[in-house]
Every structure is written in C-alpha cells, then in structure tokens.
C-alpha cells in the first residue's frame, strides 16, 4: 500500500480526506506550512486508531515532492489556479499520481493539458475529485453510454454544506474573476457572468434556480458527451434578479490582479456561517438532447456536499496508491466511471421521457 501525502491537511476538506484515509488504514503525511495546525490536525486523525499520520511542515511542498517522491499527492489548496499546474507538474516528474479538489474552470482544463506528460511519466492526475466535477459528470456519461454525441447538454449542482472553508469563497472569486463560458458549436464562448438562469427540476417536483458559472465541470460534461452546446450552471452562486446584474460588474473588477487578491486576503478573516440547513441534500442535474429532439434527464442524490467530496477524493486517491489507474490526466467520472459516485453513496435517477429540457 503506497504513501498518500495530504497537502492543505489542516483545512476542512484536508482534515477530512484523511480522516478517510486513516480509517482505510493507509499510510497518510500530513503536509502544511504551519506546525502547530499540523499537530492539532494529526491529533484528530490520530484519535481515529491506527498508527498517528506522520507531519510535514514546509513553506515548500513542491521542493518536498521532488526529494520524497511520494506515491500520491493529494491537493487540497484552493484556490486551484495558483496550485494545481505548478503541484501536478512536481508530481509528474517525481513520477507521484496527483489528486486535487478543483472546479475552477482554468485549472481543471489546464490539468486535462497535461495529459501527454502524465502518460509518458506513467502518472495518473485526476482533477476535481468531489462533488464538483464527479456529479454532474457521473450524470453525462450515463445519460451517453452507449449512444451518439448529444448535441446540446446542460448540468446543474446544487451541493450542499454544513460549513465552508475560506478557501471556497476565494476559489468561487477566482471564478467569477474569469468570466461567463459555456462551449457553443464545441468552442469555448464568452458569455455574461450569470446568464442562463434556469429552473433546475428536481425530482420531487420543485424547482431550484441556477446560473451559469465557468465551473470545471463545463469542461467535464463536454468530454463525457461530445456535445457541441454545453452549459454548466450552478447554485452556489446568488441567482436574484439584482445579483445576476451586478455578478459581470463584481467579475469585472476581480479580473485586476490587485484587487482579486485583496478580496482572497480579506476573505482568509471571515467567519462563515453555515449555510445548509437540517435535512437539505446535495443534488446534480443533467440533460441531454440529441439530433432530431430526443431528450433526456437525470438526478443524482448525495448528502452533505463535504461528506461526499472527502469519500470521492479519499477512494480516488486509494486506487491510485493501489495501482489501480492508467497514466494520463482525467476528471474523476473519465477516469472511473459514474460508479464511483454510487461507490461514495450517491443514488443516481435516470429519466428518458423528458419533454422540454431548455
Ligand atoms: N470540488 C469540490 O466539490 C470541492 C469540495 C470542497 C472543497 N473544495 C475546494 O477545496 C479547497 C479547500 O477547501 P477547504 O474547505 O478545505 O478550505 P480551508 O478549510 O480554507 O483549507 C485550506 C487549506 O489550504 C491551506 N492553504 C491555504 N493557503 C495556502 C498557501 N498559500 N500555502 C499553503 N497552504 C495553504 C490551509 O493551510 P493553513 O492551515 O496553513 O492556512 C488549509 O490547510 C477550496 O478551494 C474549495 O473550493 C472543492
């Protein structure tokens, strides 16, 4: 069983892969740049059984990378513009698998890049391992199977969490900094921040409203469906009336460098409160529409949004410290199919009588 090295460890979702980690009995480093976080974090796991984690605190993780050549990295330090090329790019030449947590749209798509490298190196890197991209993507590719390319696909998430970190605010900041895309004719297109609002239907028959944000999972369902139109929407970002024309104005003044990292600074002193309340679930929209009208749709189930990411992240980063993956650079679903989110407790619905999906 190989070495997993946990970077961003004493953060929520860090903490909580390995609590995942450890319970499977693996041999976990927990890596971070402040010494006392690192013990109070390896306490907690240790508190869990088994052997206590080993700790490494370094300003210089990627130096760390080179010289110990772990079996896998996992990444959990957002937001993923800043980390997740520059660690990849450690780990491919250290010859370590990488995982991390990103649904930016630039980092996931940058990562899928370097896939030649990762296959010559014999790495295996698979972005955004969690919710976002797995569950919509575990959508897309079982609503494909089997079939031609779609011509038009549009998914939705809707997570959520009991508590959120700093680090997603400034992740959903560097999102909103890059601006409107969806793909349309299979080309990546600029599209006004917040546009696309639509009602996402859920099963019980309500409806939950979502815009459209550059998410990884934009690039996720392209791949799994070949689809020319692709939009990825979202409920994580404010859909009233007033926000969605103010959302191109807010994207346009995070787009200079300057302010953008301001706004990250102040965001690492916020207090953020829960924002779930009891028994609400997370949920993934998808439909798909082929040549000649045919449409369909599917749901997928999972509970808290962190909960759900922590089991993905922690099974990906198992199999790949098992051996258990082929080189090259994928989202979770390409790399493992839509069983992985049922293996991490999602329920997946399909309908294929759907009339009108737009
Ligand atoms: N794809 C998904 O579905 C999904 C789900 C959950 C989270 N996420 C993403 O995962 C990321 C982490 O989320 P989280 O809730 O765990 O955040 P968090 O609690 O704020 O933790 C962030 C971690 O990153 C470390 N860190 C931050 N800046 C650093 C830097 N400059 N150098 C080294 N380490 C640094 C922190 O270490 P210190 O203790 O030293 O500050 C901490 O360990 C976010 O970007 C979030 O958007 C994605």
Same mark, same amino acid.
């Given at each position: 069983? !190989? ?10 979702? !860090? ?5 995942e ?19 109070e ?38 937001? +993923? ?23 930016? +749209?630039?980092?996931?798509? $940058? ?7 990762a ?11 969690? +919710? !976002? ?7 897309? $590719? ?18 959520? @969490?009991?508590?959120?970190g ?59 469906? !070949? ?6 929407? $979202?409920?994580?970002?404010p ?5 969605? @024309? ?7 003044v ?26 609400? @679930? ?25 909960? +759900? ?19 090259g ?22 309908? $294929? ?6």
């Amino acid at each position: 069983m !190989g070495e997993i090295w946990m970077i961003g460890a004493t953060g929520r979702a !860090g903490r909580n892969i390995s609590a995942e980690l450890q319970a499977d009995r693996h041999r976990i480093v927990l890596v971070g740049r402040n010494g006392q976080r690192l013990a109070e974090a390896a306490a907690a796991i240790a508190a869990l059984g088994g052997p206590p984690p080993r700790t490494l605190v370094t300003d210089d993780p990627l130096a760390q990378i080179a010289t110990g050549r772990p079996d896998v990295v996992v990444n959990t330090v957002g937001p +993923f513009g800043a980390t997740t090329v520059p660690t990849a790019h450690a780990c491919v030449a250290a010859g370590s698998h990488y995982v991390d947590l990103a649904n930016e +749209f630039q980092p996931v798509q $940058s990562l899928l890049g370097l896939d030649p490298a990762a296959r010559t190196a014999g790495s295996t890197l698979v972005t955004g391992a969690g +919710f !976002g991209t797995l569950a919509t993507e575990a959508l897309v $590719s079982e609503l494909c199977a089997g079939r031609p390319s779609p011509i038009r696909v549009r998914v939705a998430a809707m997570p959520v @969490v009991d508590g959120l970190g700093p680090a997603v605010l400034a992740s959903v900041v560097d999102a909103a900094a890059t601006g409107g895309l969806v793909y349309r004719d299979g080309r990546l297109t600029r599209s006004r921040l917040g546009a696309h609002l639509q009602h996402t239907p859920l099963p019980d028959g309500t409806m939950r409203a979502t815009v459209a944000v550059p998410t990884g999972e934009l690039e996720a369902a392209l791949n799994a469906s !070949g689809a020319g139109d692709v939009i990825a929407t $979202s409920s994580e970002v404010p859909t009233g009336r007033i926000a969605r @024309v103010a959302l191109p104005i807010v994207g346009a003044v995070l787009r200079v460098e300057a302010v953008r990292r301001t706004v990250i600074r102040l965001i690492d002193r916020w207090q953020l409160t829960p924002p779930a309340t009891p028994g609400e @679930v997370s949920w993934a929209y998808a439909s798909t529409e082929w040549e000649g009208g045919e449409t369909r749709q599917a749901w997928l189930q999972a509970g808290e949004g962190y909960a +759900f990411t922590s089991r993905v992240a922690a099974m990906v980063a198992t199999r790949l410290a098992d051996g258990d993956a082929r080189p090259g650079a994928f989202t979770p679903g390409a790399l493992f199919g839509a069983d992985l989110a049922r293996s991490a407790g999602a329920t997946i619905t399909l309908d $294929s009588n759907a009339k009108d999906l737009r």
